[in-house]
């Protein structure tokens, strides 16, 4: 049986599993995992896995199944990641925006689409392509990125609806990277929210990113959430109501409670901006 | 058209030089030498964990050059992140073969393997307890390796290592920790006949003992029920396969 995803929830990572599964913390509500990292791997991971299912209910953000490639998809990955999620009984599934390769070659990074009509129908494709191979409902999640892309910043939350229009999908909301774009590309983040269908939206992102001395914010995953990240997440809550919201934090790892206190400060907001009295 | 920018994002992100024309195409010269560096610094950072001891035996210089040249050959064939360094490694073995300190190949080969034990795949449930008239089950990933240079021995000398022929075998232990176990001939063959499994225990240990002129004699056995009995407690061996009835 699917166990509810509500509330706030936290990535599962090697460098915080030991403590957290061992504290098993009332506040993280639900956890998400990169498939890659599990699929056909035994030892720690498959251990952290198994113990992680006691007590949470888990949903999957894939790494590197970009929705922006030009070649079909290798069906027997797809086969195998169906397969991965059936056992899991994730009510979801999302993957990026972007482009993660060329060529059968992985960049291991997402790279920027163009926000083009072309780009679009790719993406749209490829999207139903892998939803159809993998049977769980997929959303898409925007991405964060460093080179110019369209004609102003905005025009990428053109590009996220036409493609979620296109293949009718559903959306994985990073609001951080909104925010990031909205800084590099100097737009205002709350616009590009007031363009986005918010009925589409299961799962929202936030995390905290790195500032370089020349100004350009680069999508870390490796500092606390800023103020204006949380603000901006308030924003988007009150539109989409309560969805699910995860804290990503995948490098410079700090110990458990600076990131359970951070989990305290999203339920504020959550709970503040949503009215919904959620609990583990 | 998409096809165009992904082949010039990957020249630029894996090439040994970014060319003006591609960065032109892209638009924002400094922002995708960004890119090239952050995709650069994520592979280079895995692989310098899985080989760590290499690198510092090589230097930085010689192990980010080899890291370049592998990169200008494409970009990684694999999805998995943590299969990157045995890709890297294919490449840059027979190049420090010749450029490098003689034990240095042996050094990469062994902490590749060593990476590779670890994050081997989920291992096998037997259907039977080990017997000798069944086919062997061995824990996933379990390797047997043979080296000219003790490399396993830590710390690396300063001066190197004298040549001194050394069979191994990695395994996955209850830590998840890659553990190397010194094997003699005749018990690697063994292990190797068993990781393969086409041969009921009795069968291989026949063959194998026939191969090395080795009696069966009762100090045979003897030895051959320690081999076993420290396997399965390692966690080397995990059971056996029933035979179809
Ligand atoms: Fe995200």
Redesign the interface.
Known sequence: MTRDVAGIGLGLRYDLATELLERRPKSVAWLEIHP??Y??????Y??MLELAREDWPVVTHG??TCL?S?EPFDAS?LKELGGFLKDLEVPWHSEHLC?G?????????L?P??F?E??AQ?ASQRLTEVRDAIGVPLALENASY???QGPDGLAEADFVVEVLEKADAKLLLDVNNVYVNGRNFGFDPKAYMDRIPMERVVQIHVAGHFVRDDG?R?DTHGEPVPDDVYELLDYTLRKTGPVPVLLERDNNVPPLDELLSEVDDLWKIYRNATGADVAR | MLADHAKAMQRVCFGAEPSKADLELLGSRERWLVYRDLVRTRLSNVIGVALARTKSAIGDEAFSRAIDEWLATGSPRTRYLRYVPSELAEFAIPIWQRTEAPWVADLAGYEIAAWEVRHAPRNPTPSAEFAFDSKPVLAAGVKVLRLAYPVQNEPTPNTGYAPDPTILCLYRDKNHRTIPRKLNPLAADLLEAWRAADQTVAESVQQVAAAHHAQITPVFIEKLSTLIADSIQRGILLGGHSPPS
């Open positions: 890659e990292n699929i056909d791997r035994g030892g720690r498959q251990e790494l590197s922006g030009v990955y482009l390769g060329a060529d059968d070659r992985f960049f291991h990074d790279l689409l163009p083009t072309e780009a790719i460093y080179a110019p350009l680069i």
